[in-house]
């Protein structure tokens, strides 16, 4: 099993940033790949970055390439999402999901953290 804590969303204004850390805990070794998803109020999820632990591929969602950057500590088992340019449409929950295994392993799903940009 694979436990996933989302921290750092907030409350910011358009143009600032946050930077958003998934902390992985248990069956570590096991992360094929961890992404980040974000789900605003009366609209569907959305993916929003990714990057695989082996080898470090990126992958951006067109809304965010460019003012987003994923990254990841191995030491620390840990993935970052830093968001600049902050703008009101990214306000949403965003949750860290880690992927087991290969693409299509199981999914672990953290609690989410609240991310709200206000104009």
């Known amino acids: 099993q694979v436990q996933l804590v989302e921290s750092g969303g907030g409350l910011v204004q358009a143009g600032g940033s946050l930077r958003l850390s998934c902390a992985a805990s248990?069956?570590?070794?096991?992360?094929?790949?961890t992404r980040w998803f974000r789900q605003a109020p009366e609209k569907e999820r959305e993916f929003v970055a990714g990057?695989?632990?082996?080898?470090?591929?990126?992958a951006y969602a067109d809304s965010v390439e460019g003012r987003f950057t994923i990254s990841r500590d191995n030491a620390e088992n840990t993935v970052y999402l830093q968001m600049n340019n902050l703008k009101p449409e990214d306000t949403a929950v965003y949750y860290c999901?880690?992927?087991?295994?290969?693409?299509?392993?199981?999914?672990?799903w953290g609690q989410g953290t609240q991310v709200t940009v206000s104009s």
């Open positions: 999901v880690g992927t087991t295994g290969s693409s299509v392993g199981y999914d672990y």
């Open positions: 248990g069956r570590t070794f096991s992360i094929y790949r």
């Open positions: 990057i695989v632990w082996r080898g470090g591929s990126t």
